[in-house]
């Protein structure tokens, strides 16, 4: 049975995401997403996290009522 060891990507709705992904860069020192390999994703002691604003138009999350997603990473327990 796989648990869950952290956050692996939050991800949401933004009027503008690119203003946005830099403000949480400059304010609270949260990279963008990685465009390529050489680029660093968000790390905590589990391991990276994406953190990602999309357009408004976006259909990424289905319907234009949902507004954010969560996704978890899982590692295989232990036994």
């Given at each position: 049975?796989?648990?869950?060891?952290?956050?692996?990507?939050?991800?949401?709705?933004?009027?503008?995401?690119?203003?946005?992904?830099?403000?949480?860069?400059?304010?609270?020192?949260?990279?963008?997403?990685?465009?390529?390999?050489?680029?660093?994703?968000?790390?905590?002691?589990?391991?990276?996290?994406?953190?990602?604003?999309?357009?408004?138009?976006?259909?990424?999350f289905?319907?234009?009522?949902?507004?954010?997603?969560?996704?978890f990473?899982?590692?295989?327990?232990?036994?």
């Amino acid at each position: 049975m796989e648990k869950v060891a952290g956050i692996g990507g939050l991800f949401f709705r933004a009027k503008d995401p690119k203003a946005l992904a830099a403000w949480y860069e400059k304010n609270l020192g949260i990279p963008p997403i990685p465009t390529s390999y050489d680029q660093a994703s968000w790390q905590q002691a589990e391991g990276s996290t994406a953190f990602a604003p999309f357009p408004e138009s976006s259909n990424y999350f289905g319907n234009e009522s949902k507004s954010w997603m969560v996704t978890f990473r899982a590692v295989a327990a232990e036994g």
